[in-house]
C-alpha cells in the first residue's frame, strides 16, 4: 500500500526521468512549480480570461457540472452540456455566485486565450490529442472515481486537494457503476455500511498553483476545491506496454467486470504505441509470469464472443446470466461476501459457463466444437474459489485457441 506520492522540483524534472520512473511503471508523480510566474499559465485570472474573449460570440459548447444537496451523490450524473457563446460562456464559469458547480471547455473552442496553448514537449506523444481541458469552478468537490486513461493535470489558480487509492483498493472502495465509488465523501466513510473501507487510506495531496500532477489510469481519486480556480488537463489513453509493465494492473484485473475488459483492449489497441493482436497480449502476460491476468483477460475476450454468437442466432442470454450481476452486488451491500468470493465472482465463470450451455442446448455450434466447449466451461464450473483453478499456460493456450476458432464462426452456415 502506497503512503506517498513522490514529489520533485521543475529542476528535477525531465522527460527521460519521467518515462522511466513514473509513466511506464503507472506511478503518479507531483511536479512543484512545473511553470513559473513567467510563463503564460500565470496570467490567467478571471479577468484575464474574460478580456480574452471580450465581444467575442462564436458558439461554444461547455460542460455544467452541479454539486446536489450533500454535494456528492449523483454528482456524476448531473453534468450537461450547454451552448453559448464564447464570451457569455466564460462570463458564467468564472463568476457562479453559488458556487458548487464546475464548468469544462475544450481548450480548442477557446482560441482567443493569447496564444495557442502548447502542450508540453514531454507530453506529445502520450496524449490523444494536442487539446487541453479547461476547467474553472468555485468550491465544489468531484466524487471518488477513477479514469481509464492517463491525466496530465496542471494547476493553474487556486488550490484542489487529491485523496488518492491505488488501483489495487479496488472493491474496497465499493464501484458503483462503470468507473465511481459508491462512498459519497472519503473523509466521512460509514464503516458499517462500508466495513471493506477500513482496510485502505488514502494519500492526501494539495496542489498548488504551478503545480502538476500525473495521475496513472484507474487511479482512485476524490478531489476538493476550497474556493474559485482554473486547472488545465490532458488525457491519454494507456499502452499496451505501459499496462504490461504496471504491476497493480494485474491485481485490478482480478476485480474487473469482464465488459470493462473487452472495451479497456478495443481502446488500448486502437490508441496505443503498438498494434498488439489479443494472442500476442495473452503471451506478453504469460510470458511474465501473469498466469491469471492473462486468463481473465482470455476470459474476457472469449465470453465477448460466445454472447456474439448467441446475438447472431437470434437466443438471448438467459435472465440467470443477467441477474448474477444484480445479485452479485447485493450479496456485497448485505455484506455477505468476503473479498476473496469477490475476487471470485467477479471473473464471470458462472456467466461464461451460461453462454456455453446456451450454445451447446441450441446446437449453434457444430457438435464437435459444442462438446470441447461444454467440458471446458463445466471444468471453470466446477472450481469453488480462487485455489481450485491452477491457471497454466496451457490452460490459458486452450483458451485463446477456443477464441480463435470461434472468431471465424459463421452461426448461418451452422444453422443451414
Known amino acids: 500500500m502506497i503512503t506517498h506520492i513522490d514529489e520533485i522540483s521543475v529542476q528535477e524534472f525531465n522527460a527521460r526521468l519521467f518515462d522511466k520512473q513514473y509513466f511506464i511503471p503507472g506511478k503518479p508523480l507531483i511536479v512543484r512549480n512545473f511553470f513559473i510566474e513567467e510563463d503564460k499559465y500565470a496570467r490567467w485570472t478571471p479577468e484575464f480570461l474574460m478580456n480574452a474573449v471580450k465581444g467575442d460570440d462564436r458558439p461554444v459548447g461547455m460542460s455544467v457540472y452541479t454539486m446536489s444537496e450533500d454535494k456528492h451523490e449523483q454528482f456524476f450524473r448531473s453534468g450537461v452540456r450547454e451552448d453559448h457563446g464564447l464570451q457569455e460562456a466564460m462570463a458564467l464559469a468564472v463568476a ?67 485523496h488518492i487509492f491505488e488501483p489495487s483498493h479496488y472493491f474496497y472502495l465499493y464501484p458503483s457503476g462503470s468507473n465511481a465509488s459508491a462512498i459519497s465523501d472519503v473523509e466521512t466513510i460509514d464503516q458499517q455500511k462500508y466495513p471493506l473501507a477500513k482496510h485502505v487510506k488514502p494519500v492526501v495531496v494539495r496542489l498548488e498553483p504551478g503545480d502538476f500532477l500525473y495521475l496513472p489510469p484507474f487511479w482512485w481519486h476524490q478531489v476538493e476545491s476550497a474556493g474559485a480556480y482554473i486547472s488545465l488537463n490532458y488525457w491519454g489513453y494507456p499502452r499496451v506496454e505501459q499496462c504490461l509493465c504496471y504491476p497493480g494492473f494485474y491485481e485490478l484485473l482480478r476485480h474487473f467486470e469482464l465488459g470493462i475488459l473487452i472495451r479497456m483492449y478495443e481502446r488500448t489497441n486502437k490508441h496505443g504505441a503498438e498494434d498488439f493482436t489479443i494472442r500476442e497480449v495473452v503471451q506478453m502476460l504469460l510470458a511474465r509470469g501473469y498466469n491469471w491476468a492473462a486468463y481473465i483477460f482470455g476470459m474476457a475476450l472469449f465470453q465477448d464472443r460466445l454472447y456474439e454468437i448467441l446475438e447472431d442466432a437470434g437466443i438471448s442470454p438467459s435472465a440467470d446470466i443477467i441477474s448474477r450481476t444484480e445479485e452479485f452486488f447485493a450479496r456485497m451491500d448485505r455484506q455477505e461476501m468476503n473479498l476473496d468470493n469477490i475476487r471470485y465472482e467477479t471473473l464471470g465463470e458462472d456467466r461464461f459457463y451460461d453462454a456455453s450451455r446456451l450454445l451447446h442446448t441450441h446446437e449453434v455450434v457444430s457438435r464437435e466444437t459444442a462438446d470441447r466447449l461444454y467440458r471446458f466451461a463445466s471444468f471453470l464450473k466446477q472450481a469453488k474459489s480462487l485455489d481450485n483453478v ?20 459463421d452461426v448461418r452456415a451452422v444453422q443451414a
Open 96 to 162: 457562479d455566485p453559488e458556487g458548487g458547480k464546475y464548468y469544462n471547455l475544450l481548450e480548442s473552442s477557446i482560441p482567443a486565450l493569447v496564444e495557442k496553448v502548447e502542450i508540453p514537449a514531454f507530453l506529445t506523444d502520450k496524449t490523444n490529442s494536442s487539446e487541453g481541458y479547461l476547467w474553472i469552478g468555485n468550491g465544489n468537490i468531484t466524487p471518488l472515481h477513477f479514469d481509464a486513461p492517463n491525466n496530465f493535470y496542471f494547476q493553474i489558480k487556486g488550490s484542489k486537494i487529491f
Open 390 to 409: 491452477t491457471v497454466s499456460p496451457q490452460l490459458v493456450n486452450d483458451m485463446m485457441d477456443f477464441h480463435e476458432e470461434l472468431a471465424t464462426y
